[in-house]
């Protein structure tokens, strides 16, 4: 029952997108997910989601912080104007839109649930097993509900060494085609930030720092990656922590900066009437009372990439041991900053996406001739014929 009104509800969605979001949805797998009704009601009705991601709950932090978090950042895009989307795949069917139940699993699973990026997606759903999204997944996932805005603490990229180990997080290549503008607090400085930038580039996605020329670096509010600034590592340039071990020369561009929700609405909006197909990034700074502690926060890097080179760890353990590493070894600053960032990314992501959907309600208002409905969104009048003929015939 429920599930039949959810995908009535998500073809409903899908005639009454503005045409430029159903680009978003070009092939349709929605029906092999479920979709929480009020997520549903919310993508339907033309009102603000945000997509958040699960790996941060699984593998980012320890229980009960990862549930609290969870719960807290959900919190913050309602109190700023949009429905949170939270992404997992449980027992093997990708949810979008999470109980507070299906948080608790997820947060008690921690790590025993599956990591799971873009390869992983097919493995995880066929043997029916939890699967904690990252950053690539999550995007898949929102960008077939035609969900443009999503939110997470730091993306994956080049790992330090990358150039002889290749290993570049799947988040990237995702970016490059997928058009879901992705909220982040830049790179954490375990990677390498100038070719996670140079990566970015190739694959022809948008990075946009917001209210800063630097790019960011996760704790801290610079990486010395500055926009239209081409500077050369080799001339003594200081290139704060993050590439301190990066002995060459590198072209660093952070070509674009935005300052407000409302310029970030009108480049997802521009990226998608283009139709260019990929992503954009937006660089957020982590909140100045949290970045005092970068410095400390760094020494710890350090040693624990010494402790995964040592121990052999590497592939997707990395990232979640160089996390729950640091975060011993600064006795739990690392953590605090963590949330912190992530609540601030939370609040702008929300901003962005009420901003996003008020661009397109006003420019549907102006450039058709638009029906009212209760006062909520505007429909084009055949697809309010169409929406009554889905809603006789069920
Ligand atoms: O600061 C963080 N960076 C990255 C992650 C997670 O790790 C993933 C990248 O993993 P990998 O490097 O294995 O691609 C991201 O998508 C995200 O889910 C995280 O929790 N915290």
Redesign the pocket.
Known sequence: MVSSAISRLTNLHRHLLPADSKLLESDDVSGLMKISPEVAEALSSGQPVVAL?S??IS??MPYPQNLETAKQLEAIVRVNGAIPATIAILDGVPCIGLSMEDLQKLANLGTRAQ?T?RRDIAHVVSTRGNGAT???ATMFFASKVGIPIFV??????V?RHGENTLDV???LTELGRTPVAVVSAGV?SILDIPRTLEYLETQGVCVATYATNDFPA?FTERSGCQEEKVFSCLDGFDRSFSSSNNKFCVEDRVPCRVDTPEDCARLIDANVKLRLGTGILFAVPIPKEYSASGRLIEDAIQRAIGEARTKNIT??A??PFL?SRVNELTGGASLAS?IALLKNNARVGAKIAAALAQLRGHQNGVQHGLWRTEGVRLIRLPELIRYIFLLSTG
Not at 152 to 157: D, E, L, R, V
Request: glycine fraction near 22%.
């Open positions: 991601e790996t941060v593998h980012g990591k990026a990252t950053v690539s997470t603490g730091g993306i994956g990229g790992h997080s799947s988040d954490k996760f592939g997707n990395e990232t996390l963590n």
